[in-house]
Nanobody, 124 residues
Framework: QVQLVESGGGLVQAGDSLRLSCAAS????????MGWFRQAPGKERDLVAT????????YYADSVKGRFTISRDDAKNTVYLQMNAMRPEDTAVYYC?????????????????WGRGTQVTVSR
């Protein structure tokens, strides 16, 4: 069964950094676009970043641009989200998702599989 498992979440202070990982099992993600989403309490799930085949296209939400970096290691079948200069408003459950499209970006993509999420909490 194809599965995405997020890890790396936790409690950090404002200004700190955190690196999330999304490990895929059951299939290779090499030919897929991968994305990160987040959902804060009482809010809708928001798109954070996406990365396409061979790192060719990246998308970042305005709220994280310049602070977060999405990357992938296809040999490890894993996608990462490096989060720097974190703010309390970054507090959310972060979800990994995959799209069958190799070349889509951001809101162009439709997502076919989701992980269960990892909690990120940023204190003041």
């Amino acid at each position: 069964q194809v599965q995405l498992v997020e890890s790396g979440g936790g409690l950090v202070q404002a200004g700190d950094s955190l690196r999330l990982s999304c490990a895929a099992s059951g299939r290779t993600i090499k030919m897929l676009t991968m994305g990160w989403f987040r959902q804060a309490p009482g809010k809708e799930r928001d798109l954070v970043a996406t990365i396409a085949l061979n790192d060719a296209r990246k998308y970042y939400a305005d709220s994280v641009k310049g602070r977060f970096t999405i990357s992938r290691d296809d040999a490890k079948n894993t996608v990462y989200l490096q989060m720097n200069a974190m703010r309390p408003e970054d507090t959310a459950v972060y979800y990994c998702a995959l799209s069958e499209s190799p070349w889509c970006s951001g809101y162009e993509c439709s997502y076919d599989l989701w992980g269960r999420g990892t909690q990120v909490t940023v204190s003041r």
